[in-house]
């Protein structure tokens, strides 16, 4: 082989580090043989999904053999009416990432730059870079988004600009204002790209739900998923809301079979049943307050949170993670998201949150 294939590949794509997940069930048992295994490395919904999603699943069954509906009519229809917005802004993506990379594969061209926060969503620098445009990374503030810094940062380069309102990792969030002072401050003819991923777990009074600020401001874009509340993740469904023109436009570069008939179907389902939300919103609320207290009875300082997820601060992250596997608890390390002393844990059960506050205090004790 005498051809260097690497080099023949684009610049963005030579420099990117590919995106690292929560490390799968699976491969922990695999590794350790160990029977029970505690995840709390992805977010996920600790309840699983709602039951009605599995009878949704096994009506789905016998027309595998079919494409599915490539315009996603049912679930636009019942988000269109969930959300009360009109179907014709709706996109459906594979995840809500597959609706963030139609929106750099639709906006971004080649050395065309896209703002976003340090320690923001490891997908903002992919998608960017996957299409050939300049990341432009603004320093946080308390590991928060610095709005202000970040309407700074546009340029006449700039496309596209993401928030994630909550953040991930951080858990941090921005409030209406500062948000309406961003959406002013921004020029219409960069797309905003509001990712709420974690929008339904969200309490506090003052948290902008971005849907609203859509008919006043034609550049937003907001993101959502059934990954997170809803509990689909394996089955990839997210969607984006944004004017008729942009959601046209995504329309041209989206694969035509992008959702698959199970997804769709579950995610019809999952829409329907408000008490698995409540109850989810129940858990999460209840689950952050004891791993919040847990972290500070330990002494550790944590990143105040809005999401189903906290990053706390230790000494040694690394090597705390890799005690916490030995012991069957999965966590997720955040060096690459710029914070080398954080773990992030997601909000589980009360029994696995219990267990993984057991298992930090006694590693921390030194046992
Ligand atoms: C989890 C997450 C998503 C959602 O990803 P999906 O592709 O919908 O599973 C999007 N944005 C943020 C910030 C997330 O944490």
């Not at 005498?2 to 684009?10: G, V, Y």
């Not at 952050?288 to 809005?306: C, D, F, H, K, W």
């Not at 906290?310 to 992250?317: E, P, R």
Request: charged letters at 20%; aromatic letters at 8%.
């Amino acid at each position: 082989m005498t051809t260097d294939f690497k080099a023949l590949a684009r610049a963005g794509v030579r420099t990117l580090a590919p995106y690292v997940p929560g490390k799968p069930v699976e491969e922990l048992q695999r590794e350790l043989g160990l029977e029970r295994i505690i995840k709390l490395a992805s977010n996920e919904n600790p309840l699983g999904a709602s039951p009605a999603v599995s009878e949704a699943l096994q009506r789905v069954w016998k027309d595998v053999g079919r494409y599915p509906d490539g315009n996603g009519f049912a679930l636009k229809a019942a988000l269109s009416a969930f959300l009360d917005v009109p179907s014709e802004c709706l996109t459906l993506g594979n995840g809500s990432n597959d609706v963030l990379e139609l929106l750099a594969r639709t906006f971004v061209d080649h050395d065309d730059e896209v703002v976003f926060s340090q320690h923001a969503f490891a997908v903002y620098p992919l998608v960017t870079q996957a299409v050939g445009g300049r990341p432009v990374v603004v320093p946080a503030q308390d590991y928060g988004h610095d709005l202000a810094a970040m309407a700074a940062a546009v340029t006449d380069r700039t496309r596209l600009m993401f928030i994630a309102n909550p953040n991930n990792p951080t858990g941090t969030w921005v409030g209406r204002g500062a948000l309406e002072q961003l959406l002013a401050a921004v020029p219409e003819q960069v797309i905003v790209v509001l990712d709420e991923a974690y929008f339904e777990y969200v309490e506090e009074a003052d948290y902008p739900n971005g849907l609203t600020l859509l008919d006043r401001h034609p550049n937003l874009v907001v993101t959502r998923t059934f990954s997170k509340i809803f509990g689909l993740a394996s089955l990839r469904v997210g969607y984006g809301v944004a004017s008729a023109t942009i959601t046209d436009l995504l329309n041209r570069v989206r694969q035509p079979f992008n959702v698959n008939a199970c997804a769709q179907a579950a995610a019809i389902a999952a829409l329907r049943d408000n008490d698995f939300l409540a109850e989810s919103r129940r858990v999460n609320r209840e689950g952050m307050r004891q791993l919040a207290e847990g972290l500070r009875t330990l002494n550790l300082s944590a990143i105040p949170s809005v999401g189903n997820f906290i990053t706390f601060h230790v000494d040694d992250a690394a090597r705390i993670y890799d005690q916490l596997l030995r012991r069957g608890i999965i966590v997720r390390p955040v060096a690459s998201y710029d914070i080398p002393d954080g773990l992030r844990v997601t909000i589980g059960t009360a029994q696995e949150n219990r267990v993984f506050l057991r298992a930090l205090e006694e590693i921390l004790a030194g046992h």
